[in-house]
């Protein structure tokens, strides 16, 4: 069964299985020792590691153990004469246990106690409140108990420690029969446990049956706990303790908080990781593929029409042409044009342009363009293009503008970098913002010069910056210093409009995090307190929602009113923006339903779109021909 097929377990608001969050329960058991104020510590200390759950046992001794132990444990072995007393002593009263119940809940973390019998299950389903069971492994085999908890109608996890195959085949043949919704927990029950002796990919024996499956371990350390999580754990239960001398069975085989937290955070960075089993260039790998790979070259000079041989083909960076792979495939072809000693093969010189070449914008309901730069605009007014949006670096603003008069509409889009500086116009240092100031009036100067070149009223995109490696404490703050420099512009003639960002975003390669102008209300908020209007970016705001758990349709409905222009591409996860349409996750014949009879500007910004005669480009505006209503 594949893990999509899989049904998780429901908590409340929670769900619990693959592709979900890893639910990690803090086992505070009877590490207690009998102190209400003990049991309040592994509260806190659990909500502080990260834990979803705490978990404490309750026992009825005289329903466990024989009537004649309980009264005289010396006439059982050693480890009853040493274990028993100790129970009784820890034990907690109904009282006790409702009083932590509602610290919990003060805490915002989930109470769990496990049942040993049938009277402790009766007694914590009638006065506690707890959302799920856990039965521990020396009752897997304990059909009464398992019964009797599947009466209650609560979802349940059952550890398979210390148990044969065909006992857990049983217990979860039992379960099935009656309907129960369940995990199993694979475990090794030695506090605690060797390493060479808790065989980790027994998890997988459990998959096979179809449910979430997790791991409770009794190790010492936390890499083996993430490592299940590596290997498909749902869910991971580990033993808590505030001090591991303490008296108690087990202290010893314990985490202390600090390991906790450790655990956790190491399991919250290996679930990133784990990923799909697919192969996907991210968009830092795309830009070092670049720089580093090699492309397919002429080794010397190739006049059109000459058959191509072996010898005048080598490999160079960077991989911005045809792949060395498929160097074999030009071999015997001929040269479509004058190829230059260094210079890299494309896709169009191994087939026709014909997509390029027959390109018609005629279809295209709405005012459309394309992201240009000095150098190339001129190559796509054949296409008759609505607009043109030039993508200015630091060095654009010192070259010329482009000479003559046309007849489309003009976008500028300020530089992101300053020499080796980005520009961050909500920068706390006063003087990395001033170089963003400094730039955007520059970069203003430029969009009013083009007004004369081209039709109606220039518009300018700023990124609003806001950027920092770690979430910034005071996002607010940031805003109001963005709203500060947009306030210092001197704008006349030039419609400014600031870009809704991504929540990673690229800054010399990295994980930064951006802190402003990610979601639709925040948005919404400056545009109506500062009068602006606003550039929508389709994968920016889909990467936002994706990190947010928002909802991309609401986005475009809240910021119709405010988008005067739009950039459209696909985008997937929260670092794969400016993909090509349909190689992302968003649903197009949905997401831009509101946005029918649209009458501003949008061009297609599809990364890397303008190489091979802007073929991106123009791709992409054939598949959102459809959608364009």
Same mark, same amino acid.
């Given at each position: 069964?594949?893990?999509?097929?899989?049904?998780?377990?429901?908590?409340?608001?929670?769900?619990?299985?693959?592709?979900?969050?890893?639910?990690?329960?803090?086992?505070?058991?009877?590490?207690?020792?009998?102190?209400?104020?003990?049991?309040?510590?592994?509260?806190?200390?659990?909500?502080?590691?990260?834990?979803?759950?705490?978990?404490?046992?309750?026992?009825?001794?005289?329903?466990?153990?024989?009537?004649?132990?309980?009264?005289?444990?010396?006439?059982?072995?050693?480890?009853?004469?040493?274990?028993?007393?100790?129970?009784?002593?820890?034990?907690?009263?109904?009282?006790?246990?409702?009083?932590?119940?509602?610290?919990?809940?003060?805490?915002?973390?989930?109470?769990?106690?496990?049942?040993?019998?049938?009277?402790?299950?009766?007694?914590?389903?009638?006065?506690?409140?707890?959302?799920?069971?856990?039965?521990?492994?020396?009752?897997?085999?304990?059909?009464?108990?398992?019964?009797?908890?599947?009466?209650?109608?609560?979802?349940?996890?059952?550890?398979?420690?210390?148990?044969?195959?065909?006992?857990?085949?049983?217990?979860?043949?039992?379960?099935?029969?009656?309907?129960?919704?369940?995990?199993?927990?694979?475990?090794?029950?030695?506090?605690?446990?060797?390493?060479?002796?808790?065989?980790?990919?027994?998890?997988?024996?459990?998959?096979?049956?179809?449910?979430?499956?997790?791991?409770?371990?009794?190790?010492?350390?936390?890499?083996?706990?993430?490592?299940?999580?590596?290997?498909?754990?749902?869910?991971?239960?580990?033993?808590?303790?505030?001090?591991?001398?303490?008296?108690?069975?087990?202290?010893?085989?314990?985490?202390?908080?600090?390991?906790?937290?450790?655990?956790?955070?190491?399991?919250?960075?290996?679930?990133?990781?784990?990923? &799909?089993?697919?192969?996907?260039?991210?968009?830092?790998?795309?830009?070092?593929?670049?720089?580093?790979?090699?492309?397919?070259?002429?080794?010397?000079?190739?006049?059109?029409?000459?058959?191509?041989?072996?010898?005048?083909?080598?490999?160079?960076?960077?991989?911005?042409?045809?792949?060395?792979?498929?160097?074999?495939?030009?071999?015997?072809?001929?040269? &479509?044009?004058?190829?230059?000693?260094?210079?890299?093969?494309?896709?169009?010189?191994?087939?026709?342009?014909?997509?390029?070449?027959?390109?018609?914008?005629?279809?295209?309901?709405?005012?459309?363009?394309?992201?240009?730069?000095?150098?190339?605009?001129?190559?796509?007014?054949?296409?008759?293009?609505?607009?043109?949006?030039?993508?200015?670096?630091?060095?654009?603003?010192?070259?010329?503008?482009?000479?003559?008069?046309?007849? &489309?509409?003009?976008?500028?889009?300020?530089?992101?970098?300053?020499?080796?500086?980005?520009?961050?116009?909500?920068?706390?240092?006063?003087?990395?913002?001033?170089?963003?100031?400094?730039?955007?009036?520059?970069?203003?100067?430029?969009?009013?010069?083009?007004?004369?070149?081209?039709?109606?009223?220039?518009?300018?995109?700023?990124?609003?910056?806001?950027?920092?490696?770690?979430?910034?404490?005071?996002?607010?703050?940031?805003?109001?210093?963005?709203?500060?420099?947009?306030?210092?512009?001197?704008?006349?003639?030039?419609?400014?409009?600031?870009?809704?960002?991504?929540?990673?975003?690229?800054?010399?390669?990295?994980?930064?995090?951006?802190?402003?102008?990610?979601?639709?209300?925040?948005?919404?908020?400056?545009?109506?307190?500062?009068?602006?209007?606003?550039?929508?970016?389709?994968?920016?705001?889909?990467?936002?929602?994706?990190?947010?758990?928002?909802?991309?349709?609401?986005?475009?409905?809240?910021?119709?009113?405010?988008?005067?222009?739009?950039?459209?591409?696909?985008?997937?996860?929260?670092?794969?923006?400016?993909?090509?349409?349909?190689?992302?996750?968003?649903?197009?014949?949905?997401?831009?339903?509101?946005?029918?009879?649209?009458?501003?500007?949008?061009?297609?910004?599809?990364?890397?779109?303008?190489?091979?005669?802007?073929?991106?480009?123009?791709?992409?505006?054939?598949?959102?021909?459809?959608?364009?209503?």
């Amino acid at each position: 069964m594949s893990n999509s097929e899989i049904k998780p377990l429901v908590v409340g608001e929670r769900k619990i299985g693959p592709g979900e969050p890893v639910f990690v329960i803090a086992e505070a058991g009877i590490n207690h020792n009998g102190s209400v104020a003990r049991a309040r510590e592994l509260i806190d200390a659990a909500g502080a590691a990260g834990a979803d759950a705490v978990k404490f046992q309750k026992r009825n001794l005289a329903e466990i153990y024989q009537q004649k132990i309980l009264a005289n444990p010396n006439l059982a072995e050693q480890r009853y004469q040493v274990y028993l007393p100790m129970l009784k002593e820890f034990e907690l009263s109904e009282e006790n246990f409702i009083e932590l119940e509602s610290y919990a809940g003060e805490k915002g973390i989930i109470f769990l106690v496990n049942p040993w019998d049938k009277d402790s299950a009766r007694s914590i389903e009638n006065s506690l409140h707890v959302p799920l069971y856990k039965v521990g492994s020396p009752d897997l085999t304990n059909d009464e108990l398992l019964t009797q908890l599947v009466s209650f109608k609560k979802p349940m996890i059952l550890s398979t420690g210390m148990s044969e195959a065909a006992e857990i085949d049983h217990a979860v043949n039992l379960l099935r029969e009656q309907g129960a919704s369940f995990a199993l927990l694979h475990c090794n029950n030695t506090y605690p446990a060797p390493f060479d002796e808790i065989n980790l990919r027994f998890m997988e024996k459990l998959q096979a049956y179809g449910v979430p499956v997790g791991y409770s371990g009794h190790e010492r350390g936390v890499a083996v706990s993430i490592a299940a999580v590596a290997r498909g754990a749902c869910i991971i239960e580990r033993h808590l303790t505030v001090d591991k001398s303490l008296e108690g069975p087990d202290h010893k085989a314990s985490l202390l908080p600090d390991e906790f937290k450790r655990m956790v955070d190491g399991m919250r960075e290996v679930e990133k990781a784990v990923g &799909q089993p697919i192969k996907k260039l991210s968009r830092a790998e795309v830009m070092n593929r670049e720089l580093l790979g090699k492309s397919v070259v002429a080794a010397k000079f190739i006049a059109d029409g000459t058959e191509i041989a072996r010898d005048m083909l080598t490999a160079k960076s960077p991989a911005k042409g045809l792949s060395p792979q498929r160097m074999t495939e030009l071999i015997g072809t001929k040269a &479509q044009r004058d190829v230059f000693a260094g210079e890299f093969f494309t896709e169009d010189d191994l087939a026709s342009a014909a997509q390029v070449e027959q390109f018609n914008g005629a279809g295209i309901l709405w005012k459309w363009g394309v992201v240009v730069r000095w150098h190339d605009f001129a190559e796509y007014l054949k296409y008759e293009p609505r607009l043109f949006e030039f993508h200015l670096s630091d060095k654009d603003l010192d070259e010329d503008l482009p000479a003559g008069k046309f007849a &489309q509409e003009v976008i500028v889009h300020a530089p992101e970098y300053m020499h080796r500086t980005y520009l961050n116009p909500a920068a706390e240092d006063a003087v990395e913002r001033k170089i963003a100031l400094d730039t955007l009036q520059r970069s203003v100067d430029v969009a009013r010069r083009l007004a004369d070149r081209f039709t109606g009223t220039p518009k300018l995109v700023i990124h609003p910056g806001g950027i920092t490696l770690q979430p910034h404490e005071e996002p607010g703050k940031l805003l109001e210093i963005f709203t500060d420099t947009l306030s210092r512009l001197k704008t006349d003639g030039v419609e400014i409009l600031p870009e809704n960002l991504p929540p990673r975003p690229w800054v010399f390669g990295g994980e930064w995090v951006t802190n402003i102008f990610l979601l639709a209300e925040e948005i919404k908020n400056f545009l109506d307190k500062t009068g602006y209007k606003m550039c929508f970016d389709t994968s920016h705001a889909a990467l936002a929602c994706n990190a947010a758990g928002g909802d991309l349709i609401e986005q475009v409905k809240i910021l119709r009113p405010y988008i005067r222009h739009l950039h459209i591409s696909d985008g997937s996860g929260i670092g794969e923006e400016g993909l090509q349409i349909g190689k992302g996750t968003i649903d197009w014949g949905n997401v831009l339903t509101p946005l029918a009879g649209y009458e501003h500007t949008f061009v297609p910004e599809i990364w890397q779109g303008h190489l091979h005669g802007g073929r991106g480009f123009l791709q992409a505006l054939e598949h959102l021909k459809p959608y364009l209503r």
